[in-house]
């Protein structure tokens, strides 16, 4: 979840639940607010009622009351017994045609010792339309003012985590081998500019570091030449002295055989940092399908000693702009791959199609770990003659290109796709 | 012969003098680029190797000395760099071949030989030895001026024994001869005794006295 929408859900549910809970209230506190004034009124009118009756009492004309006071009745009490009681009642309304809500007084009065039934109405039509428009008008502007300030606090909080948000988008895309540190803008938040700062000086040293690590790998690559050639030379010296015993000859195998194996080894790691110090930064116009071809042939005896087929179908003639020895150590890697893993007798497909191809052959394992397949001595093979960098380099060659390596297994074939993203 | 060795690592270079002692090569050896450039403005190599990496400065500039001098020498670039920058401008400034380190001195020693054949004056591109005659230039074998009917692999790797005669070559070092880097594919070995089983039956059969020896399953010598 966004921060934002994180701290803006507390204010929403607090609000929406304000709004619920407030309206009914306000209507209701108003309606009872309303009722009490009513009341009085009542009461109020009926103590005047009570003392013009008092001057007109000998004649009685009550009736004329109802004449000009439709609301007014007054007729003789049955019960002798003073009470006042309020209560509200639907009336049916002639001239608007529809039962309207009533407040009604009905009291027993007794005036010169005669028993009077007295009944006050009022009319709460006006007082309920007064009420249901306050009621809106405060629903309305409670509304208005949390949507308000949901905005306001959305468009503030997006201003202020601006930065932030820039921040992390260049993290994102950093890339310690592309450059030296992250740049940030300035930022008038002391927080944002303090992180800003902070990750400009760790991203700076981290690529301090990345070159000193990528330096030394070199450094200790080229310095191991020479003891290797020193080694290699003097074993070579001992094959040739004499006497030599059987047993002399295997152990002077073996360490020849060792020396081969670190020679190799320190090639490849040679090789690794040449990628990554983009030593191979002149591209051109690659043709895979004739440097598959051109690796097909050089590949021929090793094809032959382990009798394999190799079938190559070519959908279209596939180029890229890269550089021509990479493009020929990734395809290599890939088929010496194929071959070495392969079984006696076995086959190797290679499909050419635009922008990918796909190398694909027999072995006696089954589906190979994908997902420390291509991290560097991650050998899933007991192989000696294996160095287990084969497809790390494959991988950083296709980083480099912005190409998509994948394993696959099916039909018993293992199968290295690289797709190129453009052509 | 005279070859000059710039090499700073003492141990490589006297290495290199004991393998090279079994030709008939006098070697010098400059351990730094001021001897090197001494030695080779006062005298004439057959063939200098020559390391890019000196203590006191660049190798290629000794290479430049030579030419400008008009030195009529082989030059052999060994380098531990093994950059194809360093490659191209070791070549482009006239050097005969260029050797990354860590090599195989059977390897050393046959480039040596074959620099030394091409520099030759007197055009004279065969090498006569016993009843074997190679022309390296048409790349053929003749048994008593009989022609022997040999694949490019197989010549190849007989001018290698031959050219390292009296010595043991190692299998790795045929291996890397014969196939570059392909080597690394090959589990095993067995494309390199089928070769050699093939060379041998063929040079028997062209009535060639069997000169090469297994030894021990190290390698394989020419025994002269």
Same mark, same amino acid.
């Given at each position: 979840? &966004?921060?934002?929408?994180?701290?803006?859900?507390?204010?929403?549910?607090?609000?929406?639940?304000?709004?619920?809970?407030?309206?009914?209230?306000?209507?209701?506190?108003?309606?009872?607010?309303?009722?009490?004034? #009513? @009341?009085?009124?009542?009461?109020?009118?009926?103590?005047?009622?009570?003392?013009?009756?008092?001057?007109?009492?000998?004649?009685?004309?009550?009736?004329?009351?109802?004449?000009?006071?439709?609301?007014?009745?007054?007729?003789?009490?049955?019960?002798?017994?003073? &009470? +006042?009681?309020?209560?509200?009642?639907?009336?049916? @309304?002639?001239?608007?045609?529809?039962?309207?809500?009533?407040?009604?007084?009905?009291?027993?009065? #007794?005036?010169?010792?005669?028993?009077?039934?007295?009944?006050?109405?009022?009319?709460?039509?006006?007082?309920?339309?007064?009420?249901?428009?306050? #009621?809106?008008?405060?629903?309305?502007?409670?509304? %208005?003012?949390?949507?308000? %300030?949901?905005?306001?606090?959305?468009?503030?909080?997006?201003?202020?985590?601006?930065?932030?948000?820039? $921040?992390?988008? &260049?993290?994102?895309?950093?890339?310690?081998?592309?450059?030296?540190?992250?740049?940030?803008?300035?930022?008038?938040? +002391?927080?944002?500019?303090?992180?800003?700062?902070?990750?400009?000086?760790?991203?700076?040293?981290?690529?301090?570091?990345?070159?000193?690590?990528?330096?030394? $790998?070199? /450094?200790?690559?080229?310095?191991?030449? $020479?003891?290797?050639?020193?080694?290699?030379? &003097?074993?070579?010296?001992?094959?040739?002295?004499?006497?030599?015993?059987?047993?002399?000859?295997?152990?002077? $195998?073996?360490?020849?055989?060792?020396?081969?194996?670190?020679?190799?080894?320190?090639?490849?790691?040679?090789?690794?940092?040449?990628?990554?110090?983009?030593?191979?930064?002149?591209?051109?116009?690659?043709?895979?399908?004739?440097?598959?071809?051109?690796?097909?042939?050089?590949?021929?005896?090793?094809?032959?000693?382990?009798?394999?087929? %190799?079938?190559?179908?070519?959908?279209?003639?596939?180029?890229? /702009?890269?550089?021509?020895?990479?493009?020929?150590?990734?395809?290599?890697?890939?088929?010496?791959?194929?071959?070495?893993? /392969? #079984?006696?007798?076995?086959?190797?497909?290679?499909?050419?199609?635009?922008?990918?191809?796909?190398?694909?052959?027999?072995?006696?394992?089954?589906?190979?770990?994908?997902?420390?397949?291509?991290?560097?001595?991650?050998?899933?093979?007991? @192989?000696?003659?294996?160095?287990?960098?084969?497809?790390?380099?494959?991988?950083?060659?296709?980083?480099?290109?912005?190409?998509?390596?994948?394993?696959?297994?099916?039909?018993?074939?293992?199968?290295?796709?690289?797709?190129?993203?453009?052509? | 012969?005279?070859?000059?060795?710039?090499?700073?690592?003492? =141990?490589?270079?006297?290495?290199?003098?004991?393998?090279?002692?079994?030709?008939? *090569?006098?070697?010098?050896?400059?351990?730094?680029?001021?001897?090197?450039?001494?030695?080779?403005?006062?005298?004439?190599? !057959?063939?200098?190797?020559?390391?890019?990496?000196?203590?006191?400065?660049?190798?290629?500039?000794?290479?430049?000395?030579?030419?400008?001098?008009?030195?009529?020498?082989?030059?052999?670039?060994?380098?531990?760099?093994?950059?194809?920058?360093?490659?191209?401008?070791?070549?482009?400034?006239?050097?005969?071949?260029?050797?990354?380190?860590?090599?195989?001195?059977?390897?050393?020693?046959?480039?040596?030989?074959?620099?030394?054949?091409?520099?030759?004056?007197?055009?004279?591109?065969?090498?006569?030895?016993?009843?074997?005659?190679? !022309?390296?230039?048409?790349?053929?074998?003749?048994?008593?001026?009989?022609?022997?009917?040999?694949?490019?692999?197989?010549?190849?790797?007989?001018?290698?024994?031959?050219?390292?005669?009296?010595?043991?070559?190692?299998?790795?070092?045929?291996? =890397?001869?014969?196939?570059?880097?392909?080597?690394?594919?090959?589990?095993?070995?067995?494309?390199?005794?089928?070769?050699?089983?093939?060379?041998?039956?063929?040079?028997?059969?062209?009535?060639?006295?069997?000169?090469?020896?297994?030894? *021990?399953?190290?390698?394989?010598?020419?025994?002269?």
């Amino acid at each position: 979840m &966004k921060l934002l929408s994180k701290s803006l859900k507390g204010y929403i549910v607090y609000s929406v639940l304000v709004l619920i809970v407030s309206v009914p209230v306000f209507y209701f506190e108003l309606t009872s607010i309303v009722a009490e004034d #009513v @009341d009085e009124d009542l009461v109020a009118q009926k103590a005047d009622l009570m003392a013009k009756m008092e001057k007109v009492i000998a004649n009685k004309p009550f009736e004329y009351f109802e004449v000009f006071e439709p609301d007014i009745h007054i007729k003789p009490a049955n019960t002798k017994r003073i &009470k +006042d009681s309020t209560y509200t009642i639907l009336f049916f @309304d002639s001239i608007s045609k529809e039962n309207v809500p009533h407040r009604v007084l009905e009291s027993i009065v #007794v005036l010169k010792s005669e028993w009077y039934n007295i009944t006050i109405r009022k009319s709460l039509v006006d007082n309920d339309n007064l009420i249901f428009s306050i #009621v809106t008008v405060q629903a309305v502007i409670l509304v %208005l003012i949390i949507v308000g %300030l949901l905005f306001i606090t959305r468009y503030h909080s997006n201003k202020l985590w601006k930065p932030f948000y820039a $921040t992390l988008g &260049k993290l994102h895309d950093y890339k310690i081998e592309c450059e030296n540190s992250i740049e940030l803008g300035k930022t008038e938040i +002391d927080e944002f500019a303090d992180l800003n700062t902070t990750i400009t000086s760790l991203t700076s040293r981290n690529h301090e570091m990345y070159l000193s690590q990528k330096e030394f $790998t070199e /450094n200790a690559s080229h310095e191991m030449q $020479t003891p290797l050639a020193v080694f290699q030379s &003097k074993v070579e010296l001992l094959m040739q002295t004499t006497p030599l015993t059987g047993e002399q000859a295997e152990l002077i $195998t073996e360490l020849s055989d060792a020396g081969q194996r670190m020679n190799r080894l320190n090639k490849t790691l040679l090789l690794l940092s040449k990628i990554d110090n983009d030593q191979f930064n002149v591209k051109e116009i690659v043709n895979i399908n004739t440097t598959v071809q051109k690796l097909a042939e050089q590949y021929k005896n090793a094809l032959n000693q382990k009798k394999l087929s %190799l079938h190559t179908r070519v959908a279209c003639n596939t180029v890229i /702009n890269a550089n021509q020895t990479l493009i020929e150590i990734l395809i290599g890697n890939l088929v010496s791959n194929a071959i070495r893993h /392969n #079984v006696q007798g076995g086959k190797i497909n290679i499909i050419i199609e635009p922008n990918q191809f796909c190398i694909s052959n027999t072995g006696n394992t089954d589906s190979l770990d994908a997902t420390c397949l291509f991290q560097r001595f991650q050998k899933q093979t007991s @192989d000696a003659n294996s160095l287990g960098l084969g497809l790390e380099i494959a991988k950083r060659i296709c980083n480099l290109y912005k190409a998509a390596i994948t394993y696959t297994y099916s039909d018993s074939l293992h199968s290295f796709t690289v797709s190129f993203s453009n052509s | 012969m005279k070859l000059l060795i710039v090499e700073d690592e003492k =141990e490589l270079s006297k290495s290199i003098v004991t393998y090279l002692k079994g030709e008939n *090569y006098l070697c010098e050896v400059a351990v730094d680029f001021k001897t090197a450039l001494e030695k080779t403005e006062s005298f004439d190599y !057959d063939c200098v190797l020559l390391d890019i990496t000196l203590p006191d400065g660049n190798g290629l500039n000794v290479l430049k000395e030579l030419k400008a001098d008009n030195k009529t020498g082989g030059v052999i670039i060994i380098s531990a760099k093994n950059l194809i920058d360093d490659r191209i401008a070791g070549l482009n400034l006239g050097a005969d071949d260029y050797l990354a380190k860590p090599f195989h001195l059977s390897e050393l020693s046959a480039r040596i030989a074959a620099v030394i054949r091409r520099r030759r004056f007197d055009g004279n591109k065969v090498l006569e030895l016993n009843e074997l005659t190679f !022309d390296t230039l048409a790349k053929t074998v003749s048994v008593n001026g009989k022609g022997v009917d040999l694949t490019r692999k197989e010549y190849d790797l007989f001018l290698y024994l031959v050219t390292n005669k009296n010595r043991v070559v190692s299998k790795n070092a045929i291996a =890397e001869h014969l196939s570059g880097d392909e080597a690394d594919v090959f589990d095993n070995f067995d494309f390199i005794y089928a070769h050699m089983k093939n060379l041998k039956k063929k040079m028997v059969l062209a009535g060639c006295e069997d000169y090469i020896k297994s030894i *021990y399953g190290m390698g394989y010598k020419f025994d002269i």
